[in-house]
């Protein structure tokens, strides 16, 4: 609890003494019963008549401080004192309840993230100092001892340990890490010493970037939270009015008292006040972001969560995300050609990319590889590379590089892989074929969506049909694109959108590196695996910061959760405040039911709200 949260228990707690006393003074003792249910009104209600006079001086009239106000004086007017020092304590009660909320959803997501580094340790002049992050540039070499979180990103230069990244990822397995291994900043340093060549500047490492993400979530409001926004800007006035014709016009038309009337007209502006709604949506909202990132699952708005919730095809992109995308050569098939040889001008064509085909190209050729013999690279987006290797004019490729080079290609098998073929000055010299291994939690994640209700699952890839379907049969996807250009997985997913059922939304998950158009163009973008890359924090929506697939299906249960406590929350706030309202009305009520019908229906939608932080991690 706050200081702020202190004072005001206190102050609470002292006008309910002080309202306590009056009530068990005996009504004969009418000046000191007065006295005390004025102090304990002061006590809880000054802050709230000074905050509706500035609002009114700066045209903010119709809002909560207005309504309570209007509706307290106006019960000291007709000589309800003791209901109206109840329904300012009680609504100060409430409001400090939504505080002491609002402060436990921030201080769980401060916990989760607790990723921040408050020191690092600088090689300055030969010797090791501390200092603070900021202060540290690119180049510098820091430190990082055994329990210390990582301060920024880098390149291990000495040392191997095994770091916990569970802040960031919601998963407790350890990830070692080796001389020439990237480390990112949030993570925990286990039992080794890292010595660690920065790479990023404080500001742009992936904790601050983590941390921006979680603190300016709620800047994104949902069609929901803006709409709730909107009917209390609206409501609030509507309801004075009603207020004021029924503290008029009944008298008039009847001829009964006006007391009675102007009772009942203060009770309907002590029900009307909207904060149940105004409270428990965006703290429902802020709850789902907070519980999501325990697992793991970064939301950068309310807006996404509740577009996710109503998730009806997820389209996945292929490589590094329903796969390992780490590719192996298994199989070299020349044509006129040595194997080896073969090999060498694919490794040494593709030397310069940073493709996964061409690591893996470079990975299976053993001996060292001279790039000094390689010039005049040009990378064909979607098909392959052009080089000339020792004086030669390599293509390597798919099998649309070939037909663009009009060069006929020969297979000697049909099992599925991926194919780099290899032409030689203009003839064909053989292909290489390269496989990538399904993840083994891709499957269960399909299962998973399927059980949500995800109703639609397609997969997009660039790799040939073949090896395409292969994979979408093994994992039961009901559709795939294969042999897609990257502007291509576009259209596809325009197309996708286009038969979109109305009202419901359309999900991309891509690795975030070369999936950003369509991850931005998509209704929720979603990146995968993306645990350091500046592509996927960027472009997507939602970010998972693991490589697992099915923490997808967790993100639409806990947005699923969300939007249904939001619903309750404005049925039940809505409805017992129109009941109360009518009851009121006829007489049947009074300012007692009134303060319930405000001060309880928001502390119980409140407690509603924070269920949306409680969360399954799997």
């Given at each position: ?29 009418f000046w000191p019963r007065l006295v005390l249910f004025v102090c ?77 580094p408050d020191t690092a340790n600088l090689l300055r002049d030969g ?69 660690v060549e920065v790479t990023r500047p404080f500001e742009e490492s ?413």
């Amino acid at each position: 609890m706050s200081k702020k949260q202190k004072k005001e228990l206190y102050r609470i707690l002292a006008a309910a003494l002080f309202f306590a006393a009056g009530m068990l003074t005996p009504e004969r003792f009418f000046w000191p019963r007065l006295v005390l249910f004025v102090c304990a009104y002061l006590l809880v209600g000054l802050e709230v008549l000074k905050t509706a006079a500035i609002h009114i001086a700066h045209g903010q009239v119709f809002d909560e401080n207005f309504l309570m106000s209007l509706a307290t004086i106006g019960a000291w007017a007709i000589g309800e004192y003791s209901e109206a020092a109840a329904v300012m304590l009680f609504y100060q009660v409430g409001e400090l309840f939504q505080s002491l909320a609002v402060g436990k959803s921030r201080r769980s997501i401060a916990a989760l993230m607790d990723i921040r580094p408050d020191t690092a340790n600088l090689l300055r002049d030969g010797e090791w100092v501390t200092v603070e992050p900021q202060s540290v540039r690119p180049g510098d070499l820091i430190l990082i001892k055994p329990g210390e979180k990582v301060p920024l990103d880098g390149i291990v230069r000495e040392g191997s340990s095994s770091l916990n990244t569970a802040a960031l990822t919601g998963e407790s397995l350890p990830r070692d890490v080796a001389p020439g291994d990237g480390v990112i900043s949030g993570c925990v340093n286990g039992g080794g010493m890292l010595q660690v060549e920065v790479t990023r500047p404080f500001e742009e490492s992936t904790v601050s970037r983590i941390l921006d993400l979680v603190e300016n979530a709620s800047s994104k409001k949902a069609k929901t939270e803006a709409f709730i926004t909107r009917f209390a800007r609206w409501y609030t006035p509507a309801v004075v009015i009603a207020a004021v014709l029924l503290a008029l016009l009944p008298p008039i038309i009847t001829g009964t008292g006006w007391s009675l009337w102007l009772s009942r007209a203060l009770s309907f502006l002590v029900i009307s006040c909207p904060c149940a709604l105004v409270i428990s949506v965006p703290l429902s909202f802020f709850g789902g972001i907070g519980g999501a990132s325990k697992c793991g699952i970064l939301v950068k708005g309310s807006s996404h969560l509740e577009d996710l919730a109503a998730a009806d095809t997820v389209v996945f992109d292929k490589t590094g995300t329903l796969t390992r995308g780490s590719f192996s050569v298994t199989a070299i098939h020349p044509d006129n050609f040595e194997s080896k040889e073969l090999l060498r001008l694919a490794a040494l064509a593709e030397c310069y990319s940073d493709h996964p085909i061409s690591l893996s190209l470079r990975a299976a050729y053993k001996d060292e590889l001279d790039d000094s013999k390689v010039s005049r690279v040009n990378e064909i987006a979607g098909c392959g590379v052009r080089a000339e290797v020792d004086g030669h004019a390599v293509l390597v490729g798919n099998e649309k590089l070939m037909k663009l080079n009009d060069i006929p290609i020969t297979l000697h098998d049909s099992c599925t892989g991926a194919l780099v073929h290899v032409a030689i000055d203009g003839r064909y010299a053989g292909h290489i074929r390269i496989s990538d291994q399904v993840k083994p939690e891709s499957s269960q994640a399909i299962a998973l969506l399927r059980k949500a209700g995800v109703q639609k699952t397609v997969m997009l890839t660039g790799d040939s049909r073949e090896v395409g379907e292969a994979v979408a049969a093994e994992l039961g996807l009901d559709e795939v694109c294969a042999e897609l250009l990257p502007q291509n997985k576009v259209e596809q997913v325009e197309q996708l959108l286009s038969r979109q059922t109305s009202g419901k939304k359309l999900v991309f998950v891509g690795d975030g590196i070369n999936d950003a158009p369509v991850l931005a163009r998509a209704d929720v973008g979603v990146a995968m695996g993306a645990l350091g890359s500046d592509a996927a924090i960027e472009a997507a929506d939602i970010v998972l910061m693991d490589d697992d697939p099915r923490k997808l299906a967790a993100a639409i249960r806990i947005a699923r959760k969300t939007l249904r406590l939001v619903k309750e929350n404005i049925i039940f706030a809505l409805g017992v405040k129109l009941l109360t309202l009518l009851l009121v009305t006829v007489g049947v009520a009074s300012m007692w039911e009134a303060v319930f019908a405000d001060v309880g229906v928001a502390v119980i939608a409140i407690l509603n709200a924070m269920r949306a932080m409680r969360v399954e991690q799997k």
